[in-house]
């Protein structure tokens, strides 16, 4: 009888671990595509070995004097398990073996968030209800009928797999894959609840509060870490994201943590200088126009912008004046101007023609040349 032991070059008392270890070793040696063919009648042997080895059962009949691979010995002769092999030369030796739990993490789910610019600019706490999968109160996730409970598969004796053996260049191979009858999941449910359909889980619409900060905008996404639907079998729920959307602003308008609007001044307004009054963000302000403003003129109110999304502080309040000149005098306005033109020696003015500005780099350009 062949001393496997020696063949894979460990002791007769060797774990399942240093067994496994001297086989990879002399596998990546042995193989005929790395050692060539003369390596192959080695390597059939070192297999032998490890079929006999790697099995509780085999090596325990090894042990009491008999040989599994020989003729009527019980064993399969050269086989060996592919999965091994597999872990040898592709780098397997993680994967998990045994049935797969059928509780599984459920998915992450993104929902989206309208909210105003006020909500935006000051935070707001929002309830939004919520359709997803939570725990089957039935079956509480055991996916079984009340009073039953899973049954150990039959073709598979709770392993999650079948082994199938073929022959190859190599001798005869064993393959490993998931069984049909139980999916992998080394158990079957002959009674499922009748509730969630043997799901562990049902849909159902609850409300979930979120807390918006100040100074998110559209495409900002919050999570909330496992609120989203909960896995197959009662498994771990996933995450729960919102994205948010702004909706227009029927007045101002955002640029950053900033907000801005127009405001339309009659031109006498803007030559002798008056106090407005503009509903903000935070209710009624008096807005100062001194007189001579000009078209164009930007007056700023700081703090009355958006709030800042990773620290503290607002942003700010632009305000863009827009002078508008009368149209359709009657002849007692006309003289009015008239007379006033005559005052400013205005009557026949010659105009004055100044730089085209072409934006904000050009005016930068022209401050530091001086013009």
């Given at each position: ?302 703090e009355l912008g958006v709030g800042h999304l990773h620290g ?60």
């Amino acid at each position: 009888m062949n001393d496997y032991y020696a063949t894979l070059g460990v002791e007769r008392n060797a774990s399942a671990d240093e067994i496994k270890k001297a086989y990879r070793k002399l596998a990546r040696k042995l193989h005929p595509d790395v050692a060539g063919p003369d390596a192959e009648e080695e390597f059939k042997e070192v297999q032998r070995a490890y079929d006999v080895l790697s099995s509780a059962d085999k090596r325990q009949q090894y042990d009491m004097g008999s040989d599994p691979t020989a003729p009527g010995g019980g064993g399969m002769g050269g086989g060996f398990g592919f999965q091994d092999i597999f872990e040898t030369f592709f780098g397997g030796g993680q994967q998990q073996r045994g049935p797969i739990p059928r509780a599984r993490r459920g998915q992450d789910s993104l929902l989206r968030v309208d909210i105003d610019l006020s909500e935006a600019a000051f935070g707001v706490t929002k309830s939004v209800d919520v359709d997803t999968a939570v725990v089957c109160s039935t079956c509480s996730g055991s996916c079984c009928a009340p009073g039953t409970s899973p049954v150990t598969c039959a073709v598979c004796n709770g392993s999650g797999t079948v082994q199938r053996v073929a022959r190859s260049f190599l001798g005869q191979v064993m393959t490993t894959s998931p069984c049909a009858a139980c999916q992998g999941f080394g158990t079957t449910i002959p009674n499922p609840c009748a509730d969630c359909s043997g799901e562990g889980r049902v849909r159902s619409r609850r409300t979930v509060k979120i807390e918006i900060p100040a100074g998110v905008e559209t495409g900002v996404r919050i999570k909330m870490s496992g609120q989203g639907e909960v896995g197959p079998a009662g498994g771990p729920a996933g995450d729960l994201y919102f994205e948010i959307k702004e909706r227009r602003h029927a007045v101002f308008t955002r640029q950053g943590d900033d907000i801005a609007c127009t405001i339309e001044v009659p031109m006498t307004a803007a030559a002798l200088g008056t106090v407005l009054e503009l509903e903000t963000l935070d209710g009624m302000r008096e807005v100062d126009l001194h007189a001579g403003t000009q078209p164009g003129q930007i007056i700023t109110l700081k703090e009355l912008g958006v709030g800042h999304l990773h620290g503290s502080g607002r942003g700010s309040l632009n305000i863009t004046i827009e002078v508008v000149v009368p149209s359709n005098l009657d002849e007692e306005q006309s003289e009015l101007l008239r007379q006033l033109a005559a005052l400013r020696n205005e009557e026949r003015p010659a105009g004055r023609v100044t730089t085209h500005s072409g934006g904000v780099f050009s005016r930068l350009k022209d401050k530091f040349s001086g013009r």
